[in-house]
């Protein structure tokens, strides 16, 4: 990325509005366990002045305390870099019309509205607190004022298996961390395939998750979509440790 595209990027990485957590409860959960196994420590050395089971006890306290420290930076920092990085590498003249499908509190969705001029960023959820701390459409319009994009940006309430969009009406689709939350595989391939309808020819599709991207990426293909990639983010985007690394899919709908 060059200097210019960087510089643009920095700016769209700041964000002003608040986007909450990401599955609230899984850094709570490895604070509490954390927690408990520090705790643990300091009474076995305490008790049996063990220090070599204490100190093991510390070591594994010290790593949950870390994977949740990586969790909280990506959360709240590191996934808007990257995705305004992934945002502005995107050839937009302005005048596009954007997808996000679980856009939640408008991380993404607002970073690419930021990027149009004329064009419109429309974003779908269904608004669960549990997938995103605070998720609810009046905070997502009230983040899209305070970012200034409230004139390029549309919410609607459904479900990402049915979309209730045209086919062929947009340029760009967008989602990050959604689709997993789809327990089904067929529902996932579903949420894919709706995806894929909406796009128009020649349009982007790309998808950031943390689990069964191969599988999107593979079911793509068999979508009849082309230059389809998968590729592991960096740190930035780690919900933890390498092991919960995101993943871009990225595709592109053959042009008539």
């Known amino acids: 990325m060059n200097n210019s595209l960087n510089a643009i990027a920095r700016q ?17 959960i490895l604070g509490m366990v954390g927690l408990f196994l520090l705790v643990v420590a300091i009474v076995t050395l305490w008790i049996f002045h063990t220090s070599i089971l204490s100190i093991i006890i510390l070591i594994y306290a010290l ?16 996934k808007f870099q990257v995705w305004a990085e992934t945002l502005t590498e995107l050839p937009l003249r302005g ?55 409230a004139d390029r940006v549309e919410l609607l309430t459904a479900d990402m298996r049915e979309l209730p969009c045209p086919d062929d009406s947009f340029d760009v689709v967008l ?6 939350n789809i327990q089904e595989a067929t529902d996932r391939e579903q949420a894919i395939s709706e995806a894929v309808r909406v796009l128009k020819p020649g349009g982007r599709l790309l998808i950031v998750d943390f689990r069964e991207t191969q599988s999107y990426a593979a079911y793509l ?9 998968h590729r592991i983010l960096d740190w930035r985007f780690w919900y933890g440790g390498p092991w919960t690394a995101a993943k871009l899919v990225s595709a592109r709908k053959i042009a008539h």
């Open 12 to 28: 769209l990485a700041r964000r002003h509005g608040e986007y909450g957590i990401d599955a609230p409860y899984v850094p709570l």
């Open 63 to 78: 790593f949950i305390f870390l994977n949740a420290a990586s969790y909280l930076y990506t959360t709240r920092w590191g």
């Open 95 to 149: 005048d596009e019309q954007v997808l996000d499908i679980g856009c939640g509190r408008g991380a993404v969705l607002l970073m690419a509205a930021a990027l149009l001029s004329t064009g419109k960023g429309t974003g779908v959820d269904l608004w669960k607190t549990s997938d995103q701390s605070g998720n609810a459409r009046s905070v997502t319009l009230h983040n899209a004022q305070v970012e200034g994009v």
């Open 175 to 180: 989602s990050s961390l959604a689709i997993h």
């Open 221 to 229: 293909q068999k979508l009849g979509m082309v230059d389809v990639t």
